[in-house]
């Protein structure tokens, strides 16, 4: 009997159980990814037309303020999930509204910081949310067990209450026009059976049960829809979202209050519609001008500065070529392969803005002596930069540089190569190899300018 036993067990180990230490274990496969469906999608998608798309939505901060944490028993930390705002947001594109993305504007700004965008071009808001997911209390469960000659059921249950609130504000005047507080209790319960008998001296004993709980953060996504959905209610007028709150089963979630407590939130919605009605008459207005005034109104500015922009592009390559030459000098004179290899790079770099800002000038008509000033400050800068660069790779060919004294006899060499101190450092380029710089007159090459200088 202990073999079959044995045997049995074995043959319901995991198939990773013996394997080799050399070889990989097989990975188990559980059920299929699937799209993430909850009971008020319907809803949601009903609004989805409702709205006018000129008018946008954006998701700011939805923090938990909980602050309930748990390491114990294999437990990661926080209760709640810190994603609630993607949730928001992907609850508002299921409805079909414009949505701008303000969680993340790392790229906008770090473009903008490169020149390569203006972040007055971004969409602007009309309105957005935000909340907190605020409050996770344990309720005190109950249960009962009982046993009648070792033999007899068990059951408890236990409850947790989770709430929150989030709010729609109206991001030109800061006014909250919308707030909806939601709460909702998640349901965990045990069932089982224990049976203990004597069968002579000797004891046998069993006990089978399970448990069962909803996902807490599943059950978070639904509250966050739901109240995304009655968040966009309280904007829209009552008939309009009357047939979508239908959609909306009672044994999902009910809220009785479907109304804001802002008299101004309709009306803020409407001076939204009214503002994008405008421009678009604007819009309309200005293409039914003239094609002669249109031409004119165009090509006056452009021959009234174009001698500016001229002068403009002399002064920025001279400062360019300048600080090329300055840089460079004090690459040769570095004392580390460090310091050296830094400011051949921002010699290199200054020096590629001065010859693209010297051939733009050369097409807008820059000649004479004025001409001829910017060509020798930046031949003079091609000099002094390619000097620089070939002393930095015959420092990094002899694989060492001499540190400055730090405590220790003065020219004392470091221990650490050259190589190794510059291992992220990319290596100097040709100067003239460089990508267009943006036109002049944009907020990018004013940008520019004023970090050059």
């Not at 699937?34 to 798309?53: M, N, W, Y």
């Not at 729609?168 to 069932?191: H, W």
């Not at 660069?389 to 220790?408: M, N």
């Amino acid at each position: 009997m202990i073999s079959v036993v044995a045997l049995a067990g074995c043959s319901a180990l995991p198939p990773g159980a013996f394997t080799s230490r050399d070889a990989n274990a097989p990975l188990a496969e559980g059920p299929p990814i699937e799209d993430v469906v909850t009971a008020f999608d319907e809803a949601l998608s009903c609004i989805r037309g409702k709205v006018q798309p000129g008018i946008t939505f954006a998701v700011g901060q939805i923090v938990d303020a909980t602050g309930r944490e748990s390491y114990a028993d294999g437990a990661a930390g926080k209760f709640v999930t810190q994603g609630a705002g993607e949730m928001v947001q992907s609850a508002l594109f299921r409805a079909g509204v414009t949505v701008v993305n303000r969680r993340d504007p790392n790229i906008p700004i770090v473009e903008t910081q490169w020149g390569i965008r203006d972040l007055s071009q971004q969409m602007p808001v009309n309105f957005y949310i935000s909340g907190s997911i605020n409050s996770l209390d344990f309720i005190p469960g109950g249960g009962f067990s009982t046993q009648i000659a070792g033999v007899g059921p068990r059951y408890r249950q236990n409850r947790i209450l989770i709430g929150l609130d989030l709010t729609m504000t109206d991001a030109l005047t800061g006014r909250i026009v919308a707030s909806v507080p939601l709460q909702k209790q998640i349901f965990s319960r045990e069932v089982g059976a224990t049976m203990g008998r004597f069968f002579g001296d000797t004891l046998l004993s069993l006990d089978m049960g399970g448990q069962e709980r909803e996902a807490v953060h599943f059950a978070l996504r639904q509250m966050l829809s739901f109240a995304s959905f009655e968040l966009l209610g309280q904007l829209m007028n009552a008939s309009t979202f009357a047939p979508c709150k239908e959609k909306v089963s009672p044994f999902y979630g009910s809220i009785q209050n479907t109304g804001t407590g802002d008299p101004e939130a309709l009306r803020a919605v409407a001076r939204s519609g009214a503002a994008l009605q405008q421009a678009a008459v604007v819009q309309q207005q200005g293409r039914a001008l003239q094609p002669q005034q249109a031409v004119a109104q165009q090509q006056q500015p452009a021959a009234r500065s174009i001698q500016e922009q001229v002068k403009e592009l002399a002064n920025h390559a001279m400062v360019f070529g300048a600080r090329a030459v300055a840089a460079a000098e004090e690459s040769l004179a570095a004392d580390s392969t460090e310091k050296a290899a830094q400011k051949a790079a921002e010699a290199t770099e200054l020096l590629r803005g001065a010859v693209q800002i010297m051939q733009r000038a050369a097409e807008l008509g820059l000649d004479g002596p004025e001409g001829d000033a910017v060509a020798l400050v930046v031949e003079r800068g091609i000099g002094v930069v390619t000097q620089a660069q070939e002393q930095l790779a015959a420092r990094l060919e002899a694989g060492s540089a001499t540190a400055p004294p730090v405590g220790g006899a003065p020219g004392e060499t470091a221990p650490t190569g050259g190589a190794a101190v510059l291992s992220d450092a990319a290596p100097p380029q040709d100067p003239v190899q460089a990508p267009a710089l943006p036109p002049p007159g944009t907020p990018a090459y004013d940008r520019m300018m004023r970090n050059a200088q």
